[in-house]
């Protein structure tokens, strides 16, 4: 069965300062990995998606993520944060077949910018 | 074009009563998926239509069930509801399945008493 585990529910950054969010990932199966953001009172909105191609992935918003294998783990990064960029962020994977186990999420990393 | 849409936004039932709730997903898109948001449990997948067939199903009772039109719009039904069943219901639609991206919707907010 898949999973994902992010690591700290909790991260706090600077304004301005580097944002490093983990996950990592266990598959059988070559995965399809996301990073979701949802706002409050809000949906869940794509940030970006690995899918086996390039294994530095560049989303919206100036995120990025890089696939290694090795480490079994999706990192998501932005240069500068934002005061915008608070907000949770999860990340999930899933595999071509999708499966009974469907689209699996993280339990979310929380990220708050201080001013 | 317009997104993912759930009717009602917020709901309150009680406990043993059945509830239902709507979701009609992007134009053209034929795989809807549910998702139940709880603090407690995160993000958890309950059950995705294709083509009004139900392809792949989480670990969730038989209370938890779905159906998908030929319209592509689908429904939950929660039956014999629970205090744990409160949750926000997420309805996310996609072109051909999970491993595409995923549109969501802004959920049902359900609250059982």
């Known amino acids: 069965a898949q999973s994902v585990t992010q690591l700290g529910s909790h991260v706090s950054v600077s304004e301005g300062a580097l944002v490093l969010l983990r996950c990592n990932y266990s598959s059988s199966v070559p995965p399809y990995l996301f990073w979701y953001v949802q706002y409050p009172n809000q949906g869940l909105q794509l940030l970006l998606k690995?899918?086996?191609?390039?294994?530095l992935v560049k989303g919206i918003n100036g995120f990025e993520a890089e696939f290694k294998k090795s480490e079994t783990s999706f990192h998501l990064t932005k240069p500068s944060a934002h005061m915008r960029d608070a907000a949770e962020y999860f990340c999930a994977v899933t595999y071509s077949g999708g499966g009974a186990d469907g689209l699996t999420f993280g339990k979310g990393t929380h990220l708050i910018i201080q001013p | 074009k317009a997104g993912v849409t759930q009717t009602p936004r917020y709901l309150i039932k009680t406990r043993g009563q059945q509830v239902t709730l709507s979701c009609s997903p992007i134009s053209g898109h034929r795989s809807v998926s549910w998702y139940q948001q709880t603090p407690g449990q995160g993000l958890q997948f309950l059950f995705e239509?294709?083509?009004?067939?139900?392809?792949n199903k989480g670990n969730f009772p038989g209370r938890f069930s779905g159906r998908q039109f030929s319209n592509s719009r689908s429904e939950m039904n929660v039956s014999t509801l629970e205090l744990g069943d409160s949750a926000l219901y997420l309805c996310?639609?996609?072109?051909?399945?999970?491993?595409?991206?995923?549109?969501f919707g802004p959920g049902t907010r359900l609250t059982v008493l």
């Open positions: 239509y294709f083509s009004e067939t139900q392809r």
């Open positions: 996310a639609s996609s072109f051909s399945g999970q491993h595409n991206e995923q549109f």
């Open positions: 690995y899918t086996s191609a390039a294994t």
